[in-house]
């Protein structure tokens, strides 16, 4: 949680709402330096390309594709840059896809402008950001995954959550803030952040197809 | 078909003359098998299913070939060289007639009295035009026939053929394509009409209803964030969840469900958000329903006395028993203190859910905020539906 440096991180925008690009970046004040705005993928992706920021604040939805496609084109050239997935979306497949395709993060468009400052400095430090709504759909796709026999690949490691990290989950999606889940839990708050990060780096790197297929199945029903 | 069709069938007509007839056979089964503007199966697919159409073209076609047989008989000699082009083109055509994308109904009524269906729809210069080019084409071929039938010359005899086929496609092809298309589009305006009607119903019930009432309380700026917050969220469930607006207090209530009725109530009876999360899903039994009406209890109680921005509502749904916390970062309260004659929590909540054999623990300090926690066993050891 402590600040690698005094400066104040770089951001761009990606939202295609004028309105509320302008709404953020007033909310945001000036406790980051944002350097840009885009209005969809291609200018978002050239843009960032331009500018390398420290984080990106990425809309899930924007008209030429999802937030993802932006994620994934630029890691492939900058893996550097970090990404907050910030949207109005309740829905879980959007979330997932772009958390899987490298989102340090999610929360949702109602956030206070002092959480939402403080998440941009958590992801431009490197760490996780999960919202409660984050947390929720984390443990429903992993406990809605059946044990998973069928599968010669299978990698106990990356494809279940310890009791240890479902615990950290469920005090995040009862509204608590790391510094509150230390505290009930009698940890530290980076172990906590570190559990958050290792869920985060599983959510990415599991390779369970029910995982990802978990979404579309969550939307059928 | 992108070209203008009368440039194509002018071309082909010229090909046909220098090809022995067989570009006719080619224009007809291109006609079967090419898809139509605004269809995406040729003819050719429905004329395979259509039984019936087959035997007329095998039928008519047996009959041309006797015809063609007694011809031969009397020594006419060109007659064999033309049977196969024409064979091919009667058969072919017969199968558009039938099968053109058009009600085949349609397509029957209007064959049998095609000049004036084409009376009905075009002008009378345009007909006069193409039945004078027809006649034209038919009198040149028949003309072609009779001028060569002792010649060796077994192209120009062929030549002749076509151009009476290539007098009726020139009559009554245009009008056979353009009363097809007339019906699939008709066909599609009418589906996208129904489809809009639906779409407008839903819409007046929820969004037109509640600007109208943010028109109305402009000056209360509270009462109009309430309002778009609850119609937000109807629209979201909606076009996210496809549950439709009103639709709420659906009959078969699930646990996710019933958390979301009480967050929309919470907020727009009280105007305080309310972050809900769900993890897993069931149907709501006695027990359930007790728990969401504690669940409900403990977040109004949040909303009215706690003064938080925000109250965190948590539902997690496993196979043994289902969670629920109620979280607030508002003024707390010292449990020991609360007076005797209030009944909230004591009865609403851990009443309710004791009489069903569920509980709920208080964690609360003043300050501290509060946090409500219930436990429901689950009676049933069903497998959770997960969503």
Same mark, same amino acid.
């Given at each position: 949680?402590?600040?690698?440096?005094? /400066? +104040?991180?770089?951001?761009?925008?990606?939202?295609?709402?004028?309105?509320?690009?302008?709404?953020?970046? /007033?909310?945001?004040?000036?406790?980051?330096?944002?350097?840009?705005?885009?209005?969809?993928?291609?200018?978002?992706?050239?843009?960032?390309?331009?500018?390398?920021?420290?984080?990106?604040?990425?809309?899930?939805? &924007?008209?030429?594709?999802? #937030?993802?496609?932006?994620?994934?084109?630029?890691?492939?050239?900058?893996?550097?840059?970090?990404?907050?997935?910030?949207?109005?979306?309740?829905?879980?497949?959007?979330?997932?896809?772009?958390?899987?395709?490298?989102?340090? #993060?999610?929360?949702?468009?109602?956030?206070? #402008?002092?959480?939402?400052?403080?998440?941009?400095?958590?992801?431009?430090?490197?760490?996780?950001?999960?919202?409660?709504?984050?947390?929720?759909?984390?443990?429903?796709?992993?406990?809605?995954?059946?044990?998973?026999?069928?599968?010669?690949?299978?990698?106990?490691?990356?494809?279940?959550?310890?009791?240890?990290?479902?615990?950290?989950?469920?005090?995040?999606?009862?509204?608590?803030?790391? +510094?509150?889940?230390?505290?009930?839990?009698?940890? /530290?708050? +980076?172990?906590?952040?570190?559990?958050?990060?290792?869920?985060?780096?599983?959510?990415?790197?599991?390779?369970?197809?029910? &995982?990802?297929?978990?979404?579309?199945?969550?939307?059928?029903? | 078909?992108?070209?203008?069709?009368?440039?194509?069938?002018?071309?082909?007509?010229?090909?046909? *003359?220098?090809?022995?007839?067989?570009?006719?056979?080619?224009?007809?089964?291109?006609? *079967?098998?090419?898809?139509?503007?605004?269809?995406?199966?040729?003819?050719?697919?429905?004329?395979?299913?259509?039984?019936?159409?087959?035997?007329?073209?095998?039928?008519?076609?047996?009959?041309?070939?006797?015809?063609?047989?007694?011809?031969?008989?009397? =020594?006419?000699?060109?007659?064999?060289?033309?049977?196969?082009?024409?064979?091919?083109?009667?058969?072919?055509?017969?199968?558009?007639?039938? =099968?053109?994308?058009?009600?085949?109904?349609?397509?029957?009524?209007?064959?049998?009295?095609?000049?004036?269906?084409? $009376?009905?729809?075009?002008?009378?210069?345009?007909?006069?035009?193409?039945?004078?080019?027809?006649?034209? *084409?038919?009198?040149?071929?028949?003309?072609?026939?009779?001028?060569?039938?002792?010649?060796?010359? *077994?192209?120009?005899?062929?030549?002749?053929?076509?151009?009476?086929?290539?007098?009726?496609?020139?009559?009554?092809?245009?009008?056979?394509?353009?009363?097809?298309?007339?019906?699939?589009?008709?066909?599609?305006?009418?589906?996208?009409?129904?489809?809009?009607?639906?779409?407008?119903?839903?819409?007046?019930?929820?969004?037109?209803?509640?600007?109208?009432?943010?028109?109305?309380?402009?000056?209360?700026?509270?009462?109009?964030?309430?309002?778009?917050?609850?119609?937000?969220?109807?629209?979201?469930?909606?076009?996210?969840?496809?549950?439709?607006?009103?639709?709420l207090d659906g009959q078969d209530m699930t646990v996710s469900g019933g958390v979301r009725q009480i967050?929309?109530e919470?907020?727009?009876?009280?105007?305080?958000?309310?972050?809900?999360?769900t993890?897993?899903d069931c149907e709501v039994n006695d027990d359930l329903g007790a728990l969401l009406a504690a669940a409900r209890e403990a977040t109004v =109680?949040?909303?009215?006395?706690?003064?938080?921005?925000?109250?965190?509502l948590?539902a997690?749904v496993?196979?043994?028993e289902v969670s629920l916390?109620?979280?607030?970062?508002?003024?707390?309260?010292?449990?020991?203190?609360?007076?005797?004659?209030?009944?909230?929590? $004591?009865?609403s909540i851990?009443g309710r859910m004791a009489r069903r054999g569920g509980?709920a623990?208080?964690?609360?300090?003043?300050?501290?905020?509060?946090?409500?926690?219930l436990t429901m066993p689950r009676a049933s050891?069903r497998?959770p539906s997960?969503?």
């Open positions: 949680m402590t600040m690698p440096n005094v /400066s +104040k991180p770089r951001v761009i925008i990606v939202d295609d709402h004028g309105l509320f690009r302008s709404g953020v970046r /007033s909310e945001l004040g000036g406790e980051v330096d944002v350097v840009g705005e885009a209005d969809d993928v291609q200018p978002a992706v050239s843009l960032i390309g331009e500018c390398l920021p420290d984080v990106v604040l990425l809309d899930v939805h &924007l008209p030429g594709g999802g #937030g993802q496609m932006v994620v994934s084109a630029v890691r492939a050239e900058h893996p550097e840059v970090r990404f907050l997935a910030l949207s109005a979306s309740d829905a879980p497949e959007d979330v997932i896809a772009v958390i899987r395709a490298g989102a340090r #993060g999610y929360v949702t468009k109602t956030i206070s #402008g002092d959480d939402l400052i403080d998440a941009v400095r958590r992801v431009a430090a490197g760490d996780a950001v999960f919202s409660p709504r984050l947390a929720g759909f984390v443990l429903d796709a992993f406990a809605s995954l059946p044990a998973p026999d069928d599968r010669p690949s299978f990698d106990p490691e990356l494809d279940q959550l310890t009791a240890r990290e479902r615990e950290v989950l469920r005090l995040i999606a009862r509204g608590y803030t790391y +510094k509150e889940v230390a505290r009930e839990l009698y940890i /530290s708050a +980076k172990t906590v952040e570190t559990h958050v990060s290792s869920v985060l780096r599983k959510l990415q790197l599991s390779t369970r197809h029910q &995982l990802t297929r978990w979404a579309a199945e969550r939307r059928l029903t | 078909m992108g070209l203008d069709p009368t440039v194509v069938r002018l071309g082909l007509m010229v090909a046909t *003359l220098f090809t022995a007839g067989y570009a006719a056979v080619a224009y007809v089964a291109a006609w *079967l098998l090419v898809p139509m503007a605004g269809s995406d199966t040729p003819i050719a697919a429905k004329a395979k299913a259509d039984r019936r159409g087959l035997a007329v073209a095998a039928a008519l076609g047996s009959l041309l070939i006797l015809i063609l047989i007694a011809v031969t008989t009397f =020594n006419v000699p060109f007659v064999g060289s033309l049977a196969s082009p024409l064979f091919l083109c009667i058969a072919g055509l017969v199968m558009v007639w039938r =099968n053109a994308p058009a009600a085949e109904r349609a397509t029957l009524r209007d064959l049998t009295e095609p000049l004036e269906g084409l $009376a009905g729809h075009r002008s009378w210069s345009a007909i006069m035009v193409r039945a004078v080019i027809a006649v034209v *084409l038919a009198v040149g071929g028949v003309a072609v026939f009779v001028s060569t039938h002792r010649s060796l010359l *077994l192209l120009h005899q062929l030549a002749g053929v076509a151009l009476v086929l290539a007098a009726v496609v020139v009559l009554f092809g245009p009008w056979w394509i353009r009363i097809a298309r007339d019906l699939v589009t008709e066909r599609q305006a009418r589906i996208r009409a129904e489809e809009r009607a639906e779409m407008a119903s839903r819409v007046h019930d929820s969004v037109l209803q509640t600007l109208a009432m943010i028109q109305r309380r402009a000056d209360q700026p509270q009462q109009v964030v309430q309002l778009a917050r609850a119609q937000e969220r109807e629209l979201r469930a909606w076009l996210f969840d496809g549950q439709a607006p009103g639709s967050q929309q919470v907020e727009a009876k009280h105007g305080v958000p309310v972050e809900a999360v993890v897993g =109680n949040a909303a009215k006395w706690s003064g938080a921005d925000v109250i965190s948590f997690e496993e196979p043994g916390y109620v979280r607030d970062r508002g003024r707390g309260f010292d449990p020991a203190a609360v007076p005797g004659d209030r009944k909230g929590l $004591a009865e851990r509980s623990t208080v964690r609360t300090a003043p300050g501290q905020g509060t946090e409500i926690s050891e497998q997960r969503g």
